[in-house]
Nanobody
Framework: VHVVESGGGLVQAGDSLRLSCEAT???????MGWFRQARGKERELVAA????????DYPDSKKGRFTISRENAKNTVYLQMNSLKPEDTALYYC????????????????????WGVGTHVTVSS
């Protein structure tokens, strides 16, 4: 399975940005997640979505400004980020894992099997 992120860049505080992630294989079998890692910090969950797209989950600190969605027909998952802040600056990763249940959301990074190389997001003040 090959996972490729895109859409990162340099934006100003308050701007919005949408990241995309494509994965090869039978995309509808994958639960998907977005993670980020800032310099000197651990990789953390930003958002996760079930195979069907019917269930999503976010850490409390990410609720309200981040939205994850997917289009299984396009093998793509998205991360919409609004009202960006300088502290959102990080390398954003997309991850995939095959799950048996269509409504299961995977929250732990060590449960994901396939990872992209990340896309940089820099938010200037």
């Amino acid at each position: 399975v090959h996972v490729v992120e895109s859409g990162g860049g340099l934006v100003q505080a308050g701007d919005s940005l949408r990241l995309s992630c494509e994965a090869t294989g039978t995309f509808s079998r994958y639960a998907m997640g977005w993670f980020r890692q800032a310099r000197g910090k651990e990789r953390e969950l930003v958002a996760a979505i079930s195979r069907s797209g019917g269930n999503t989950d976010y850490p409390d600190s990410k609720k309200g400004r981040f939205t994850i969605s997917r289009e299984n027909a396009k093998n793509t998952v998205y991360l919409q980020m609004n009202s960006l802040k300088p502290e959102d600056t990080a390398l954003y990763y997309c991850a995939a894992v095959v799950t048996g249940r269509t409504d299961y959301v995977v929250l732990r990074k060590d449960e994901y099997a396939y990872w992209g190389v990340g896309t940089h997001v820099t938010v200037s003040s």
